[in-house]
Each structure stands twice: as structure tokens, then as C-alpha cells.
């Protein structure tokens, strides 16, 4: 595990490995976590396994404000995650990438594959979360829009993570939609892996995700009985299938 100075003046924890036996980069997987999670759980890790089976380099990253950087959480928002995985694209990995994004990072993985058509060549989804500032909005009671009128944040507190909303966040989150186009401008091959009891993103995102991109190349895998964590074995197999289904295109 490294660390590294980015220009948007966090400090996060990277990993990238590349394998000594690569001679044919056919393409590197970049690994994008979700909101208020890190990039060191079992998804990632089997991510990882199956790059270093398959000679594929790999790297990681902690979101601005998220794992060791997170008592600046409410200092970022969308812009600066955006920001950093467009920053990492650009300087730090050569050639062809699949981005692998969680949740928050499925968003960051569909606006990379965005601002990025010349290097990104295939986006897998797990539980890709799209626009979810909006809908999370919609689902807060009129003491919480209060809350965020008065002291620009909603914090939600519980007995494993405390974790807060800030208007930052939601605002910078409205500048960054991507459902409310017609067509989301997107060419390379999505995969979307999505439980059907996730209580976080609805299933139907997926869809979506999938009737506004210009891509004719979208596969959903809908999984009836996975929630949004998508950690239970069962879920791991069905990402290494995508990623089998990038290496063999």
C-alpha cells in the first residue's frame, strides 16, 4: 500500500500492481469503491486474485475523504471524486482500462467511460449508483431537508458508522447527473451486476443504466436474492464471469 499527493489536495492509499509475467497488456482493471466504504474488502480482493491468475495489472484507490483520509469526508464531493479518477486515468495508468465501480463508484466508473472513450473499453457495475444524490433527497423527511437548509448537512447516526450528507455533496451530485439524458454518451461495453433486495439502489437503476446509454452493448445480471453489498459467493462468482467476459473480447 502506497500513498500519494493528488492535485485536488487529498492524500489517499493506492495499490498497484502490475504482474512480472504481463508481456501482452491487453488492459489494466481500475477498482472504484462505494460512498463511505474503502477499497481493501472482499470484493476488491477477489478482483485482485483474479487479475494476478490472469496477468491483468490492477490498482486501487481510496475516494477523497473516504478510508484513511476520512476525517475530511465533508470536505469532497462528487466533482473532487470525479477529479481523481479522471486524474488517475490520465497520469498514472497506461493504456486500455475495464473500470470495476461499487455503488458511488459504479457513477464514477459510467463518467469516466464519459470523459474518457479513448481509454476506457468496458465498465462493470456492482450495484452502480447513478444519480443517487437526487434520490437520496427524495427519501429525506422534512426534518432532514430542514436540517440541511440550516446547518448544510444531514448527519445519520447508528451504531456501527455515523455518516453525514453534505449539501456539497448533493449539489455538486446535480451537476454531475446522468440519468436525466437522453442518451448517456457512453460507446464501450457496460456489465451491471445488481441484487434485487438492495435496499440502496433500486434494481430498476440497472435498467435505466441501460435504455439511456448509446452502448447497444449492456449486460444486466439481476440477482434475486443478492442486497447492495454483493459480497456473499455467489456474487463474487458473477464479477469474475464479467471480468472473464472482458478478457475473452
Known amino acids: 500500500m502506497q500513498s500519494r499527493t493528488y492535485d485536488t489536495l487529498f492524500t489517499t492509499n493506492f495499490e498497484h500492481v502490475t504482474p512480472i509475467s504481463n508481456n501482452t497488456q491487453k488492459f489494466t482493471i481500475l477498482y472504484t469503491h462505494g460512498f463511505c ?25 481510496e475516494l477523497a475523504g473516504h478510508g484513511s483520509d476520512c476525517s475530511r469526508f465533508e470536505e469532497t464531493d462528487i466533482n473532487i ?9 490520465d497520469k498514472y495508468i497506461k493504456g486500455d482500462i475495464v473500470v470495476v465501480g461499487s455503488s458511488l463508484g459504479g457513477w464514477l466508473s459510467l463518467l469516466a467511460a464519459i470523459y ?27 426534518e432532514q431537508v430542514a436540517e440541511m437548509e440550516k446547518f448544510g448537512k444531514i448527519t445519520y447516526p447508528s451504531q456501527n458508522i455515523t455518516f453525514t450528507v453534505t449539501k456539497r455533496l448533493i449539489e455538486s451530485g446535480n451537476e454531475n447527473l446522468i440519468l436525466t439524458q437522453d442518451k448517456i454518451d457512453i460507446l464501450c461495453p457496460i456489465v451491471l451486476i445488481q441484487g434485487m433486495k438492495d435496499t440502496s439502489v433500486d434494481w430498476h437503476t440497472a435498467l435505466k443504466i441501460a435504455e439511456h446509454s448509446k452502448t447497444q452493448n449492456v449486460i444486466i445480471k439481476l440477482l434475486k436474492n443478492a442486497n447492495h453489498r454483493l459480497n456473499e459467493d455467489s456474487d463474487i462468482q458473477e464479477i469474475l464471469s464479467a471480468l472473464d467476459f472482458f478478457l475473452n473480447i
Open 37 to 61: 466504504s474503502d477499497p481493501w474488502g472482499r470484493k476488491p480482493e477477489e478482483v485482485k486474485k483474479w487479475c494476478l491468475k490472469n496477468d491483468i495489472p490492477f490498482y486501487r484507490y
Open 81 to 89: 471524486y470525479k477529479a481523481q479518477i479522471l486524474e488517475i486515468i
Open 116 to 142: 474518457r472513450k479513448d481509454r476506457i473499453k468496458g465498465v462493470v457495475g456492482l450495484a452502480a449508483a447513478p444519480d443517487f444524490t437526487v434520490e437520496h433527497m427524495k427519501s429525506a423527511t422534512p
